[in-house]
């Protein structure tokens, strides 16, 4: 896959696209950005491939976004990791502590399905876990 086509796989919500947890908890999402995840791998063993991947893929991902730590990666253990890989950077404009400006998280996942409408994805995949027990609270 070229630069070019990876580049059409990046999303900014100017608008910054909203959604409401089930804790009543206002996300915004701030970018999304997806890959093919096997992209450089030319040749290998698709388990050692999908091991190699998931070794690198925190460290990969803060480098991608390295404006803050706090990443959340969905990961159900298959023996091969599905074609694509997501990175949503979202945040919510209530922080968990008042001194703060905000809360911030990265969430990643794998899916073989981009065709799927991402926000529905996020609120499933952040309607599963305790906000406060992932994020990190920062100022603008």
């Not at 796989?9 to 970018?31: A, N, T, V």
């Not at 990643?108 to 609270?137: H, Q, Y």
Request: with cysteine.
């Amino acid at each position: 896959m070229n630069r070019k086509v990876i580049d059409l796989l990046q999303r900014k919500f100017h608008d910054q696209e909203r959604i409401i947890l089930k804790s009543g908890r206002e996300i915004l999402i701030h970018e999304i950005y997806i890959y093919y995840t096997y992209i450089g791998i030319l040749v290998g063993d698709p388990v050692e491939c999908s091991a190699d991947i998931r070794n690198r893929l925190r460290s990969s991902i803060l480098e991608r976004f390295p404006w803050f730590q706090p990443l959340y990666i969905v990961d159900e253990r298959l023996t091969v990791l599905p074609a694509y890989t997501c990175v949503a950077d979202v945040w919510s404009p209530a922080p968990m502590k008042p001194e703060n400006h905000a809360s911030f998280l990265h969430i990643c996942w794998f899916t073989n399905d981009i065709a799927r409408s991402i926000p529905p994805m996020i609120k499933e995949i952040l309607d599963g876990i305790v906000w406060e027990d992932w994020a990190e609270d920062g100022c603008f």
